[in-house]
């Protein structure tokens, strides 16, 4: 379990530098270490592999990786976490990306709804 937790951790890293050809063999490292794929523990790569998709144009893999998420963070978080945040920014920056601005404007709300305490 730590050895998915640190390739995920250098997925990050690697994509916050921009290297989207290490991030990606890391993060599909880190997947590969669960045999669980129904698991908390794997929604952040998840998270971070729709975003390399993004960055490089992979459409189809986009949402794979998006609707993977979604689909365990429905499962496993019954109320909004920070993953839950996490996914509507990452998912308006997708659409924001495709010139898809009305659906960027509602992700990114929904977002900013939810990590506004006063809301």
Known sequence: MLKGVLYDNLGGLSLKVGNLKLAKLYVEKSLGLYKNHEDNIV???YIKLAEIYTLSGQREKVLIAFNKSRTLL???HKEPS???LL???KYADYFQKNNQADSAFYYQ???SNMSDPLN
């Open 74 to 76: 429905d499962i496993v």
């Open 87 to 89: 996914w509507y920014q």
């Open 82 to 84: 920070v993953y839950t």
């Open 109 to 111: 709300k929904a977002y």
């Open 43 to 45: 929604i952040p790569p």
